[in-house]
């Protein structure tokens, strides 16, 4: 008897604990069940509308900026410094006097040249009277024409030679770092600085081949300085080269830049847009809606729910859940904030544009657009 209730018990403390399992696998299979006819819950998403702009066609390309006129200024005669009439960086006119070099002998030695030329003059007066009376001979009056001549031309070459040792500004412009000192000895060629017009620059850049028709003299450029706070400067192409680079299959071409601020140096690094004559409309989404991908590039489209789709209408604060379907697309140039689609997408669509990486083809998400910041065609973020 013993052992029968003994059995009995552990029968009955099994049963029991079957049960129990059995209740609980079944409140699991009804939460599964429950669970794949609400479906996953719905993303948090912030969207934006596609919007058909007009953009001007451009041709990018990176430019060099070269001074439209410049020079170095050196020495053209040997001798000692004795004045220097201009600091580094000043701007200065033209025919402005920088540098004067030792001219006293040549002074000296002008001075007794314009002597003689005085008196070659007055001898020749006299000889020219005296030769309409027949007094002297033609003879004479050649040898005194002669005389002054050769006066003239003395004074002339040692005016030549104090020219060569006084150094001037050939133009306007902007004097570089000065390289002469007060009492220095100069040789023939040795610099003394530079001088470059700003007020004026080129932008040298290359464009391929196949863009040779698209270019011609007198069209609009924009230049841009990386990093920089100034707006963009306007110019034009002044030359196009006749000739391909044979290594690189590129034209080159110059183009004329008002520089009035003085924002751009030679030598600068600058973004160059050669804006093309017509305007073509294009759909444009918010750069952040693309999904870039191996396969191809992507947005996801939100659209209404369906009534048969699983899954709950509303999210727990009342926002109404919809569906994001996966349209792939493709892209063409881009503008600040934005990205023009060339197929895939019509205006007026919205698209994801915050949260797209988490989503998958036909998920449920609902519109959260309290924190996304606006899209704009020339954003300026700012340095924190």
């Given at each position: ?82 004045r220097v009439s201009f600091e580094s960086g000043n701007s ?293």
């Amino acid at each position: 008897m013993r052992w029968f209730l003994t059995i009995l018990g552990i029968l009955v403390t099994i049963g029991a604990l079957a049960a129990v399992k059995s209740a609980q696998i079944g409140k699991l299979i009804n939460y599964g069940k429950q669970a794949e006819k609400d479906g996953p819950p719905p993303e948090a998403v912030g969207t934006a509308l596609s919007e058909e702009q007009s953009w001007e066609g451009t041709l990018t390309a990176v430019g060099s900026v070269a001074t439209a006129k410049g020079v170095a200024l050196a020495a053209d005669a040997a001798g000692v410094v004795t004045r220097v009439s201009f600091e580094s960086g000043n701007s200065v006119k033209q025919g402005q006097v920088l540098v004067e070099i030792d001219s006293k002998v040549e002074r000296a030695q002008l001075a007794s040249a314009l002597t003689r030329k005085e008196l070659a003059t007055t001898t020749l007066t006299r000889t020219r009277a005296l030769a309409a009376k027949g007094a002297i001979s033609p003879a004479q009056l050649d040898a005194d024409e002669a005389a002054l001549q050769t006066a003239t031309t003395d004074v002339e070459g040692l005016q030549a030679q104090i020219a060569k040792k006084t150094i001037r500004a050939p133009f306007a412009g902007k004097l570089g770092i000065r390289n002469v000192n007060l009492g220095q000895y100069l040789q023939p060629g040795t610099p003394v600085t530079v001088l470059e017009t700003i007020d004026a620059v080129h932008v040298d850049f290359s464009l391929p081949q196949q863009r040779l028709a698209d270019v011609t003299v007198g069209q609009a450029v924009r230049i841009t300085v990386e990093g920089s706070t100034t707006p963009p400067l306007d110019g034009s192409i002044a030359a196009v080269d006749p000739t391909v680079d044979p290594s690189t299959r590129t034209i080159k071409v110059r183009a004329d830049v008002a520089n009035k601020t003085e924002g751009l140096r030679p030598g600068m690094f600058v973004q160059v847009a050669v804006v093309m004559p017509d305007k073509r409309k294009s759909v444009t989404v918010p750069a952040t809606a693309i999904v870039h991908a191996p396969y191809g590039d992507s947005v996801f489209i939100v659209e209404d729910r369906k009534a048969e789709t699983p899954g709950a209408a509303n999210t727990p604060d009342g926002k109404p859940v919809r569906v994001a379907r996966q349209q792939f697309v493709r892209v063409g140039a881009s503008r600040g904030d934005f990205v023009s689609v060339l197929d895939g997408m019509k205006a007026s669509q919205e698209v994801v544009t915050a949260g797209a990486f988490k989503l998958r083809n036909n998920a449920t998400v609902f519109v959260d657009n309290s924190k996304q910041p606006a899209p704009k065609l020339d954003p300026k973020p700012e340095n924190r």
